[in-house]
């Protein structure tokens, strides 16, 4: 059940990270990168992390995505050649890419890591779950956790200041 | 269900976000490509954190996804700022400052 759950989410996966990459319309590829965020969230129930998965939909696939859409649907998503001509990293790209993936899974597969074999450590009974990661969050890991908020705050305030009407230069520019 | 499985796909997808990010020249689809190569780093780390049976990977998990929604924040305001200032939406063009 497992692995046929495993295979269909990683094939799903890799069919629309192709696709965000290759389709031309910006509009198709933030749709596909959302199909990419759930198939991803099944792949993360298999690993026992429920909340992450929860918040991987809710916030990612849900919250995030929405800004993308009116961006998208803002800035009008105008069709472009997938693979431009010009320039040396493009032409190596390609080549760049599956070296990277070469070089990964030699690490991965070569590493006399005996945890990779495996289907996993033992675990507790309520690993993964929203009281675990919640009480992780405000004992051991309090710092990182209000360093993030302090990150999104200042974000908030960063969009605001980027994105604002700037007057006097728009009509300079007119 | 063994680990190596899900580390190897996570290779995957971070190779073509890869590829995506060094292709493409509009700068929605190259925030799109970096979100998937994020993801590619977060399913390793929750791999990672199951085959350890320790949840610490997942903490660091959770942190990227709140670090990848503040990039993808700023990244989408400069991109509705270039084009209120009619600057082309255009990775190649926006090319001021190379040295």
């Known amino acids: 059940m497992a692995e046929v759950l495993f295979f269909l989410a990683a094939a799903l996966a ?24 759930i198939a991803l969230a099944i792949l993360f129930l298999l690993l026992n992390a429920e909340f992450l998965a929860a918040a991987q939909v809710v916030v990612y696939a849900g919250a995030v995505m929405v800004l993308y859409i009116f961006v998208t649907a803002y800035v009008g998503g105008s069709d472009q050649p997938v693979i431009p001509e010009g320039g040396v990293l493009r032409t190596i790209a390609p ?26 450590g033992e675990i507790s009974a309520g690993f993964g779950s929203p009281a675990q990661i919640g009480e992780l969050l ?37 | 269900m063994s680990i190596t499985w899900f580390v190897v796909l996570s290779a995957v ?12 020249r509009s700068p929605l689809v190259i925030l799109l ?47 509705v700022a270039m084009y209120r200032r009619r600057i082309p939406i255009d990775a190649d063009a926006a090319s001021e400052l190379r040295g």
């Open chain 2, 13 to 24: 997808l971070f190779a073509i976000g890869l590829f995506g990010v060094m292709t493409r």
């Open chain 1, 14 to 37: 890799i069919a629309t990270a192709l696709a965000i990459v290759l389709v031309q319309n910006p509009f198709y590829s933030v749709l596909a990168l959302i199909l990419n965020l």
């Open chain 1, 95 to 120: 080549f760049f890419a599956a070296a990277i993936f070469i070089e990964l899974s030699i690490a991965i597969v070569g590493s006399s890591l005996t945890m990779l074999d495996s289907s996993g």
């Open chain 2, 33 to 79: 490509c970096l979100e998937l190569m994020l993801n590619a780093g977060n399913l390793a780390l929750i791999a990672f954190a199951r085959g350890h049976g320790n949840a610490d990977g997942q903490i660091f998990a959770l942190i990227v996804m709140v670090v990848a929604a503040c990039e993808v924040v700023v990244g989408l305001g400069l991109i």
């Open chain 1, 138 to 174: 405000l004992s051991r890991f309090l710092v990182p956790f209000e360093a993030a908020s302090y990150l999104l705050l200042i974000t908030a305030v960063g969009a605001i200041v980027l994105a604002q009407r700037r007057r006097g230069l728009e009509e300079a520019e007119l």
